[in-house]
């Protein structure tokens, strides 16, 4: 069953434009993150994958979408490019792409399940990330290995140790020019442990056990789309977790909800105003492909919004650079 659907059958709980009292906070303001999910392919298929990736997904973006990409990018006056997938560095354009990213833009991420550095012909990526001085964004859902490894397959924990202590020989974490930042999910249906202490536990134990330092901790709100809502619709627990999420609905997360700011970009093009609504198919009111908009100016438009949305505005507020209030 399609989530949106399963959205409109919970009736109880209002929808998400009626809470926000301020109505010029229903439009863009000025960008300032152009986020590309460059596929969905991806060599694991974690649980709590909003967008669904696995080795099996074929969606990829190709050379002509990446390339319009950065055309917008310095057109727009965008500060960040947010590379994400699937494993973004299955892409088979990814190297270069990042190599024109970094020529125009100083702050660029990718955002990586890490245990992609160890497969065959992916492991100088290290590397070639210290190099260009890429930001790493990783996904480690807990600090424990039996946690982590719940949500994305035994051994994974291992694995992302392993990377991490690569990263951190070459500079991740301690020189100011090579950012590590972690990323932690919940393993169910509850809301994240305020930021942070959560980054302070990680940076506890992934110290004295692993000798692992690391320089920002992001914990991001499981949002009910994707693999999780499946679960959710599966277990007959999205209506109970919809109301969670509404009962903790926060106005002061509104300002920095990260679709006012972000332009997401689909693998085919498609243009979203977040990740998030990418996962349920859900784009921009303008409907345009990031092909159209080269020579275009920006122009604030109205947010599309489903309930869904609670997830980012619940107790501290989330996105994916983490809480917001």
Not at 24 to 41: F, W
Not at 230 to 251: D, I, Q, V, W
Request: with cysteine.
């Amino acid at each position: 069953m399609d989530v949106r659907e399963e959205f409109k059958k919970i009736t109880q709980i209002p929808e998400f434009e009626s809470q926000v009292e301020d109505k010029a906070l229903l439009e863009t303001d000025k960008m300032s993150v152009l986020q590309i999910n460059v596929g969905r392919l991806c060599n694991l298929a974690c649980k709590h994958c909003h967008v669904e990736a696995g080795p099996n997904r074929t969606e990829v973006m190709e050379k002509d979408v990446l390339e319009a990409c950065l055309k917008v990018y310095t057109e727009w006056g965008f500060d960040t490019i947010d590379i994400t997938g699937g494993a973004p560095e299955m892409n088979p354009n990814f190297r270069w792409f990042v190599k024109e990213a970094v020529k125009v833009c100083k702050n660029v991420m990718v955002r990586s399940n890490l245990t992609i550095m160890l497969e065959d012909g992916y492991e100088d990526l290290p590397e070639f990330y210290a190099e260009n001085k890429v930001a790493v964004i990783c996904s480690l859902p807990h600090y424990r290995a039996k946690n982590s490894n719940k949500q994305r397959g035994e051994g994974t924990f291992e694995k992302s140790i392993e990377v991490l202590k690569k990263l951190n020989e070459l500079g991740y974490g301690k020189d100011p020019e090579l950012v590590l930042n972690l990323v932690f999910n919940p393993g169910g249906a509850f809301f994240p442990p305020e930021q942070s202490a959560m980054e302070k536990e990680y940076k506890e134990h992934l110290g004295s056990e692993y000798g692992i330092v690391f320089n920002n901790l992001f914990t991001i709100t499981n949002n009910p789309i994707g693999r999780f809502g499946a679960f959710l619709m599966r277990s007959g627990n999205m209506e109970g977790y919809l109301t969670k999420l509404y009962g903790a609905f926060n106005p002061g997360a509104l300002p920095g909800m990260m679709c006012r700011s972000q332009l997401s970009v689909g693998w085919d093009g498609k243009l979203y105003d977040c990740d998030f609504n990418q996962a349920v198919d859900m784009p921009v009111i303008t409907g345009e492909n990031i092909k159209d908009l080269p020579g275009k100016p920006y122009k604030k438009r109205k947010i599309c919004f489903d309930k869904h949305c609670y997830a980012c505005t619940a107790g501290q507020g989330s996105s994916c650079g983490g809480s917001t209030a």
